[in-house]
């Protein structure tokens, strides 16, 4: 009965309070009933670079070299032709990126967290809201957006930013975990909450999320299953996965996205790799020299916000690494798949001969050995030394043991050209709101 009554208040506020979020997510539907999603991708890439030339005179300087400032249609040929923008650029020329047409209510800052570098800033356009893309990736996982729901996040909200958004979703029940400064009775309340409205959804960082599921392991502690567990904001472990899923009995969705862009990708229920939202990003694997590399092929990263004409990101090199899978998912929705992103491309380790150990292979090599460990982070120092920080969950022992076999793993990966070490710390320290797998002191 509540859940009905829940339904209905937000039908209400979807048709006649905010009638065009009801319309884009109409949109948005339509969208997966196109019969050619590629082609609609590249007509809102045709119309966003021709309004960024006219309207931004960042771009309208960056294009100017290759003849296509007064805005024409581009080819896809045209379009490789562009000049990724870096994150440099970004940082540096964010009053010129912005278009000329922006007002105050049709835009909001958002500013990353820097966990891989220097912070940058940039506008979302308030006029496409990722909302209809939320609910298309929960609508996969068989969860209704005036359901109840939880989330985990590093920091707590402000109070006025609370009580709104409870204002905002009433009658559906949300409940937030700060994980910062954890404690028993925060945990313990927040059990106590979630058992209480037995949310569908459980939302958070990779890391945050993962913690709590030891938590619930270790004290032998059931919660109501919800319908899905959403992770994001970092590469996940297999190994994490199978601890959260079995902790909160649910299924758990990866999701890509990061701050300048929100949704860009997500696991649908059959686990097969992400689906590229299409019709709202576009997203390309490419070599050192920015072309394109074949279907499993590992590349670096560039996305291009279609939704975004506030502050276009055409070609954007965000500093991940990832690839196009060549199968199509059994689960039969149109959109094209894209492997897990395991790392990111400006943050490796590093050898004194150049050698790089990316993240990704990393994840690889320390596969079969994450079990025994809370917390793992790896610092590289200035002398290219690397200490493998870790917080056990088992044992001591095993988990000596398991970062003393890490520790050579990665010795032999470097062809012994630096120095690993590990020890076992009470809790890996941060500074932002996310947790990289390296942390590098290089210069």
């Not at 339904?7 to 048709?15: E, R």
């Not at 960024?52 to 024409?72: H, L, M, P, R, V």
């Not at 570098?117 to 209704?144: A, K, M, N, Q, Y």
């Not at 601890?243 to 949704?263: H, R, S, W």
Request: glycine share 4%; net charge positive.
């Amino acid at each position: 009965m509540k859940n009905s009554f829940s339904k209905a208040v937000f039908s209400f506020k979807t048709k006649f309070v905010n009638r065009k979020l009801e319309d884009l997510h109409r949109e948005t539907a339509a969208n997966l009933q196109d019969d050619n999603l590629s082609d609609l991708n590249l007509k809102k890439r045709q119309t966003l670079v021709s309004h960024a030339i006219k309207n931004s005179a960042f771009y309208k300087n960056k294009y100017q070299e290759i003849g296509i400032t007064k805005g024409g249609v581009l080819s896809e040929d045209d379009f490789l032709k562009l000049k990724p923008l870096t994150r440099t650029e970004l940082r540096e020329n964010f009053d010129s990126i912005r278009t000329d047409d922006v007002s105050k209510s049709i835009h909001r800052k958002a500013s990353t967290s820097g966990s891989t570098g220097f912070p940058v800033s940039v506008l979302h356009d308030c006029r496409h809201p990722e909302t209809p893309i939320r609910w298309r990736i929960l609508d996969w996982w068989g969860v209704e957006p005036w359901e109840n729901q939880a989330f985990i996040y590093r920091y707590k909200r402000p109070f006025f930013k609370r009580l709104r958004n409870s204002l905002l979703w009433w009658p559906t029940q949300r409940i937030f975990l700060a994980a910062a400064d954890l404690n028993t009775k925060k945990l313990d309340k927040f059990i106590h909450d979630f058992n209480k409205i037995k949310p569908t959804l459980l939302q958070g960082y990779v890391d945050v999320v993962f913690e709590f599921a030891l938590y619930l392991l270790d004290n032998d502690i059931k919660i109501h299953p919800p319908k899905m567990v959403w992770v994001t904001s970092a590469p996940l472990f297999e190994e994490q996965r199978e601890l959260m899923e079995k902790a909160f009995g649910a299924p758990v969705c990866d999701q890509y996205g990061n701050t300048e862009i929100l949704l860009i990708a997500a696991e649908c229920p059959q686990q097969n790799g992400l689906h590229i939202m299409q019709d709202t990003v576009h997203i390309e694997f490419v070599d050192k020299d920015n072309r394109p590399v074949p279907p499993n092929t590992t590349g670096k990263i560039l996305l291009t916000d279609l939704t975004n004409f506030a502050f276009p990101l055409i070609r954007y090199e965000i500093g991940d690494e990832g690839k196009y899978l060549e199968y199509s998912c059994k689960c039969g929705r149109p959109l094209r798949l894209m492997e897990n992103v395991r790392g990111r491309q400006t943050v490796n380790i590093k050898t004194p001969s150049g050698l790089l150990i990316r993240g990704a292979h990393l994840m690889a090599m320390f596969d079969g050995h994450m079990k025994v460990f809370k917390e793992i982070q790896l610092r590289q120092e200035a002398d290219f030394s690397v200490c493998i920080d870790y917080v056990p969950r088992m044992s001591n022992q095993e988990a000596k043991d398991a970062a003393e076999k890490m520790a050579e793993l990665l010795k032999k990966r470097s062809r012994f050209e630096i120095k690993v070490g590990y020890r076992q710390i009470e809790r890996i320290e941060r500074t932002t709101t996310k947790t990289p797998l390296i942390v590098s002191h290089l210069e």
